[in-house]
């Protein structure tokens, strides 16, 4: 995981998803990182770039 600003990034193992704090929205959790769209990606969730 690189560069996310300030947010937060947890990973939820139990779920497999990545929670997303700091970002827009509070303890908003995004869609799993391998089959999260692009817009979702942009938008401040988990990417590999």
Known sequence: ???LGEA???HD???D???VRG??????R????????PATA???GGTDR
């Open 1 to 3: 995981m690189s560069d």
């Open 8 to 10: 937060t990034v947890t």
């Open 13 to 15: 193992t139990a779920h």
């Open 17 to 19: 998803t990545f929670v």
């Open 23 to 28: 970002k827009g929205d509070p303890g908003h």
């Open 30 to 37: 995004s869609a799993p990182r391998l089959r999260q769209s």
């Open 42 to 44: 942009r938008r401040g």
